[in-house]
């Protein structure tokens, strides 16, 4: 079982970053609060989640340790896959997905992509006396970045990372220009955040 990858971060995307730990570069697929943290880092330790199929194998990588105990809590949910727990951890800080569990907040939940009514349910049946024992550590990732100046570029990547999270391109482009035009101070994974809401 492998526990983190720490190395040079070769590529980063808000959805996948590629460690380069001793000449091998591992792919893992993160959340955007894991891309906040380690944003214009040089170099990360990211905690791992071996998924292992048949068909395929998957690397989930984490800025905290939190993040990742919510990850595995969401994904001991029957029907909660490892993508759809990543786009909800993309969509939630963990205090707020935290919340809105422990709140019973159905409503705050079914908003993300692949939640839907019976989901949410059983989320917050099965989870809401795990989730302060998740949040029990403290976390060790960076605050996230809020400068940032809207451009073609940044509207580029916030579509691309939508359409690898099952959105379709036209309808994330849309939604994604309208955001940059209300506020175009904001950082691309705020970007995401907020379409993530509203797709």
């Known amino acids: 079982m492998i526990e983190y990858i720490r190395g040079t971060i070769a590529e980063l995307t808000p959805t996948q970053a590629v460690i380069d730990c001793g000449g091998v570069g591992y ?31 998957q690397l989930f990588g984490f800025a905290s340790r939190q993040e990742r105990e919510l990850f595995l809590l969401l994904i001991s949910v029957a029907s909660i896959g490892g993508q759809t727990a990543r786009t909800v951890l993309s969509a939630f800080t ?57 451009n073609k570029e940044i509207v580029e990547e916030a579509v691309a990372a939508l359409t690898m999270l099952g959105f ?28 993530l809401k509203m797709l």
Do not use: F, H
């Not at 893992?28 to 998924?51: D, F, H, K, M, P």
């Not at 049946?125 to 060790?140: F, M, N, R, Y």
């Not at 036209?170 to 379409?195: C, F, G, N, R």
């Open 94 to 150: 963990p205090a707020e997905l935290a919340a809105a569990i422990r709140s019973e907040n159905e409503r705050m939940l079914r908003s993300v992509k692949g939640i839907g009514p019976k989901a949410a349910q059983r989320i917050i049946v099965e989870l809401k006396d795990k989730i302060p024992l998740a949040l029990g550590e403290t976390t060790d990732a960076a605050p996230a970045s809020t400068a940032a100046v809207a």
């Open 168 to 195: 379709p391109p036209a309808p994330s482009q849309k939604t994604v220009l309208a955001i940059v035009k209300d506020s175009p101070t904001l950082a691309v994974e705020q970007i995401i955040k907020q379409a």
């Open 27 to 57: 792919g893992l697929s993160i959340s955007l609060n894991t891309y906040s943290a380690i944003q214009g880092q040089r170099e990360a330790r990211l905690y791992v989640y071996e998924s292992i199929r048949e068909d395929a194998y």
